[in-house]
């Protein structure tokens, strides 16, 4: 597979730098939520919709699609973290990548790149696509690969292997979920809740979505500024009791 790896993107990187708007270009799709997350979850609004607005409807798509994705990333996210570091194309120093025009966003060579997150839930949720409509799912498969995941390749964010593991663990997981018999008590209980708190039901799976479109990015700028907060808290109390902080400084935070 290394051997895979370092010839496809070898190939791939004789293009870079050759034309600075095909490069931007792919730097625009790469970062561009509404492109990537947005088309795909705005088909799958569609599906959950189109007889109704019922996500306790039989099947329970909506709800499997959700689950199945979730599962997905924290089974990625493990394998982040648990399997041995690997450096982006763009960061290997014996691979002497050349990097297109532009810039890569931040906060995207802090993780390991195998597998690719993106992958992972994008083929997840084209799975559950092609479970509701076959000509939608392809569609989307097709949507993942060239849209969503050449980018990452080409801008040197990942290797091909980083991909097909993704799109492997995306769709692993999430067949076994649509398939998966549910007591008749699951649908029934989840039809009660929809009838008596519609609009928190229907707001609770908005927002989730909106968070699985945009790869979580709000959530996790939100729990890194906690974090950073609470963490400039603590030193300024350490530093108040060693008496080091100024008082106009000590006033100003408070």
């Not at 492109?35 to 959950?48: D, F």
């Not at 194309?89 to 050349?98: A, G, K, V, Y």
């Not at 890194?224 to 963490?231: D, E, F």
């Given at each position: 597979?290394?051997?895979f790896?370092?010839?496809v993107?070898?190939?791939?990187?004789?293009?870079s730098n050759?034309?600075?708007t095909?490069?931007k270009?792919?730097?625009?799709?790469?970062?561009?939520?509404l492109?990537?997350?947005?088309?795909?979850?705005?088909?799958?609004?569609?599906?959950?919709m189109?007889?109704?607005?019922?996500?306790?409807?039989?099947?329970?798509?909506?709800?499997?699609?959700?689950?199945?994705t979730?599962?997905?990333?924290?089974?990625?996210?493990?394998m982040?973290?648990?399997?041995?570091?690997?450096?982006r194309?763009?960061?290997?120093?014996?691979?002497?990548?050349?990097q297109?025009?532009?810039?890569?966003?931040?906060?995207?060579?802090?993780?390991?790149?195998?597998?690719?997150?993106?992958?992972?839930?994008f083929?997840?949720l084209?799975?559950?696509?092609?479970?509701?409509?076959?000509?939608?799912?392809?569609?989307?498969?097709?949507w993942?690969?060239?849209?969503?995941?050449?980018?990452?390749?080409?801008?040197?964010?990942?290797?091909?292997?980083?991909i097909?593991?993704?799109?492997?663990?995306g769709?692993?997981i999430?067949?076994?979920?649509?398939?998966?018999?549910?007591?008749?008590?699951?649908?029934?209980?989840?039809a009660?809740?929809?009838l008596?708190?519609?609009?928190?039901?229907?707001?609770?799976?908005?927002?989730?979505?909106?968070?699985?479109?945009?790869m979580?990015?709000?959530?996790?700028?939100?729990l890194?500024?906690?974090?950073?907060?609470?963490?400039s808290?603590?030193?300024?109390?350490?530093?108040?009791?060693?008496?080091?902080?100024?008082?106009?400084?000590?006033?100003?935070?408070?």
């Open positions: 597979m290394q051997a790896d370092l010839m993107i070898g190939w791939l990187n004789q293009f050759m034309n600075l095909f490069d270009t792919l730097y625009v799709i790469a970062d561009n939520h492109l990537k997350g947005g088309v795909i979850m705005g088909l799958l609004w569609w599906v959950w189109r007889n109704g607005p019922n996500f306790a409807a039989p099947g329970l798509h909506a709800l499997r699609s959700i689950a199945g979730l599962l997905a990333i924290v089974v990625a996210r493990a982040q973290n648990l399997l041995p570091g690997r450096l194309p763009m960061q290997e120093p014996t691979l002497d990548f050349l297109p025009f532009g810039d890569h966003p931040p906060g995207i060579v802090e993780l390991s790149s195998f597998p690719s997150d993106h992958a992972v839930m083929f997840a084209s799975t559950a696509l092609f479970f509701a409509v076959r000509a939608l799912g392809i569609a989307a498969y097709i993942t690969t060239v849209v969503i995941c050449f980018p990452r390749i080409y801008l040197g964010y990942h290797y091909p292997s980083d097909i593991a993704g799109a492997v663990v769709v692993l999430m067949i076994p979920v649509m398939r998966m018999p549910l007591p008749s008590a699951i649908p029934n209980l989840l009660r809740v929809q008596r708190h519609t609009g928190l039901v229907f707001a609770g799976i908005f927002l989730l979505t909106l968070q699985m479109a945009t979580f990015e709000n959530s996790r700028r939100l890194a500024g906690a974090a950073q907060v609470l963490g808290k603590e030193a300024q109390v350490d530093r108040k009791s060693k008496g080091t902080v100024p008082p106009s400084f000590d006033a100003a935070l408070d």
